[in-house]
């Protein structure tokens, strides 16, 4: 079972995730949107949490970091995918909706939600490392194989050529042409009587 200690021990995508996801939930307390009318002398300012765009980010944010506190005490429970799968989609999922919050407030920009675009691409940095990692190898695992040829279909392992043909064919019985005809008194192939001694 790992332990806390292990934080150092980490790659660095995951410790940028557990890392990113904590300062961008408490970035969504400071003020994303910032209005001022110098005419009447009004300003007022709004954190994200103010909004339901950045209330679902928040209990996302909340999500990962468990997430991530358990993969870091060897809890995190096995749902059929890689760990790294789990860490990638959170963490592109918030990089995503953070970008549309900092779309939406654009114009009337606070400090929090420039500290939030930083933050959004630490994450997307995140989601791609963690795809890289664990992820790839999930994709192409749950792809059907381009061709599926039954087992038995499969053409044979060839032959080793220091062996034998699996198969024999038969030859029929023909006689020799040598041994069928008669050898001729002169013939020096045909077989000598051996020296008398």
Wanted: net charge negative.
């Amino acid at each position: 079972m790992a332990t806390t200690s292990g934080f150092a021990e980490l790659p660095l995508y995951r410790k940028l995730a557990l890392g990113g996801a904590v300062l961008l939930f408490i970035d969504l307390f400071l003020p994303w949107l910032s209005i001022s009318v110098d005419e009447l002398d009004i300003s007022a300012s709004a954190n994200a949490w103010d909004s339901g765009l950045g209330t679902l980010i928040g209990i996302l944010l909340i999500v990962l970091i468990a997430w991530e506190v358990l993969r870091l005490t060897g809890n995190a429970p096995e749902f059929g995918v890689k760990h790294d799968v789990v860490t990638g989609v959170l963490a592109g999922v918030i990089a995503l909706l953070t970008l549309f919050l900092f779309v939406d407030v654009l114009g009337d920009t606070g400090i929090g939600a420039w500290l939030g675009l930083v933050l959004l691409i630490v994450l997307g940095y995140v989601a791609y490392m963690a795809y890289a990692a664990g992820g790839r190898e999930a994709v192409t695992e749950a792809e059907p194989p381009a061709t599926s040829v039954p087992p038995a279909a499969a053409a044979p392992p060839a032959e080793r050529l220091d062996e034998p043909p699996a198969t024999s064919y038969a030859t029929p019985d023909v006689p020799d042409p040598d041994s069928a005809r008669e050898r001729r008194p002169d013939d020096p192939y045909r077989e000598q009587p051996p020296p008398a001694v």
